[in-house]
C-alpha cells in the first residue's frame, strides 16, 4: 500500500511539475506578447500623430505655393495610403508589415518632397504657423523612431522567447506567431551626395 501510494505522489509530482512548466511558458509568451501589442500601439499612436500633423501643413503651404498641386495630390493621396495601413493586425502578417513600412515611407517620400517645396518660399520659412507646425512634425519624426526601435525589441524578446526550446512547443501549440521587425527604409545604406 504504501509503494502505490509513493507512486501516486510521484506521478502527481511530475503532473504538477510537467503544468507549472506549460504555464510558465504560456504565461511567459502571453506577457511577451503584450509587450509587443502595447509597443505596436505606441508606434499606431505617433504615426497617427503624423497624419493629423499633415492636413495643416499642407494647408499652410498652400497659402503660399498655391501652383505646386502635384506636390500637395501626391502628399494627400500618401497620407491616405498610409492611414490605410495603420491597424492592430499588422504586427502578425509579414505582408501587411511589408505593406504598412512601404506606406509610410512613401509619406515620408511626399513630406519630403514638400519641404523642398518650401525652400522656394523664403517668406513660408518665416511664418509662425508653418514653423510651429514644423518643428512638432520634427519632433514627431523623431518620437517615431525612438517608438520604432521599442517595437523592434519588444518583438526582439518575444520571438526570442518564441523560438527557444521547449517554449517553441507551447508557441506552436497555441498558434504564437513570430512579430516582424522595422528595417530601414530602401536606400538608407547609402550616403546621400551632396553637391557645391
Known sequence: MKKSLIVLL???GVILAIASFL???YNGLVRAEEQVKQAWSQVE???QRRLDLIPNLVETVKGYAAHEKDTFIAVTQARS???GSISPDVISDPQKFAQFQASQGALSSAL???MVVVEKYPELKANEN????QSQLEGTENRISVERGRFNEAAQIFNTQLRQF???LIGGMFGFKA???FKADEGAAKAPTVKF
Open 130 to 133: 508653418f514653423l510651429a507646425l
Open 112 to 114: 519630403s518632397r514638400l
Open 166 to 168: 521547449p517554449t517553441n
Open 10 to 12: 510521484v506521478i502527481v
Open 23 to 25: 504555464s510558465g511558458a
Open 81 to 83: 495610403q498610409a492611414a
Open 179 to 181: 512579430k516582424e521587425y
Open 45 to 47: 499612436n505617433v504615426y
